[in-house]
């Protein structure tokens, strides 16, 4: 089958998208300076301080969505599987943040870092759902 249109158009917008956070994660791991400088001392004492598990929570949802993005640009099956365990990881580093962490998000970076999360896990939602749908449709071998 032929891909449609459509699954070119949502593939390599949800690349470039989920490029955006690939390139966020890195820039934080590294601490690199000029990205590092966009925030206030308490914001990087926090990022500096996420327990391990949330780490890999948060790095294992970042590189499952960019995987999800190619599997789905190359036709794969595996492309919703791959955003639907990306979601998981990253509820549970959203739960982290926002329920368990002593000094949650929104304490240090308002109640932007909350609506933005929310954009995340919504577009998250919609690409897994698209995925889906184009393996129904035989679209993705």
Request: glycine content about 8%; cysteine-free; hydrophobic content about 60%.
């Amino acid at each position: 089958m032929r891909a449609p249109w459509h699954l070119w158009l949502i593939g390599i917008v949800s690349l470039i998208w989920n490029g955006f956070g690939a390139a966020d994660y890195i820039m934080t791991q590294i601490q690199f300076e000029p990205y590092m400088s966009q925030f206030t001392d308490v914001q990087r004492e926090y990022f500096s301080s996420l327990p391990g598990w949330v780490q890999g929570s948060w790095a294992l949802a970042v590189w499952l969505s960019v995987l999800g993005s190619i599997l789905l640009l190359v036709r794969s099956r595996f492309a919703g599987a791959s955003f639907g365990l990306a979601l998981l990881f990253m509820a549970a580093t959203f739960v982290h943040n926002f329920i368990l962490a002593d000094v949650r998000m929104n304490q240090i970076a308002g109640s932007a870092a909350l609506w933005f999360s929310l954009a995340i896990v919504i577009v998250a939602l919609l690409l897994w759902s698209y995925a889906r749908a184009m393996r129904q449709r035989g679209v993705l071998a």
